[in-house]
């Protein structure tokens, strides 16, 4: 007969996942995601020149700056907002609804920053132009980023980071 094991709690210690790891995963989404669209929305701001790749980082490095804080917060109250109106509906629900609210939001500021950019204000037909064609672009693939995010990639990110 055998007689149960006992563990001693002290040598048993959960794995926390460092917080370099989760800052790696993080960077690393928004540069995938970043990167695209912007590239895409410069693409069609500017085209390609010999000044292409410049347009393109600078684009990125500028949504990045605006999109983080603008991002954290549009997430908070999206989420909050469509908790309160799906109450009842399923998880799966939810994070398409906020997927493509979000996709909507980021994707707007985005190609606005993009074309402060790369067109500037001087001429505001051209702007809103370039405003608007890099946001149409940009959109499906936006959308579709999203929406595999949030149905596959958003509750592994989540758990990760909670780990």
């Known amino acids: 007969m055998s007689t149960p094991v006992s563990v001693n709690p002290v040598m048993?210690?959960?794995?926390?996942?460092?917080?370099?790891?989760?800052?790696?995963?993080?960077?690393?989404?928004?540069?995938?995601i970043?990167?695209?669209?912007?590239?895409?929305?410069?693409?069609?701001?500017?085209?390609?020149?010999?000044?292409?790749y410049a347009d393109w980082f600078t684009s990125f490095i500028s949504a990045v700056l605006v999109m983080a804080p603008v991002g954290f917060v549009m997430m908070t109250l999206i989420h909050t907002l469509v908790a309160k109106l799906l109450p009842n509906g399923s998880e799966l629900k939810r994070n398409l609804?906020?997927?493509?609210?979000?996709?909507?939001?980021?994707?707007?500021?985005?190609?606005?920053?993009?074309?402060?950019?790369?067109?500037?204000?001087?001429d505001m037909h051209v702007?809103?132009?370039?405003?608007?064609e890099g946001l149409l672009a940009a959109l499906a693939i936006g959308l579709t980023i999203m929406l595999?995010?949030?149905?596959?990639?958003?509750?592994?990110?989540e758990r990760f980071l909670k780990s």
């Open 127 to 132: 702007f809103v132009t370039g405003w608007a």
């Open 97 to 122: 609804v906020i997927s493509v609210f979000m996709a909507l939001i980021m994707e707007s500021v985005m190609a606005f920053v993009t074309a402060t950019n790369n067109i500037g204000y001087a």
């Open 148 to 157: 595999i995010m949030s149905v596959t990639v958003k509750p592994k990110i």
């Open 34 to 52: 970043g990167g695209t669209l912007t590239g895409i929305m410069t693409y069609v701001n500017v085209g390609v020149t010999e000044h292409f």
């Open 12 to 32: 048993v210690e959960s794995k926390k996942t460092p917080v370099i790891y989760k800052i790696l995963v993080m960077v690393s989404i928004i540069t995938l």
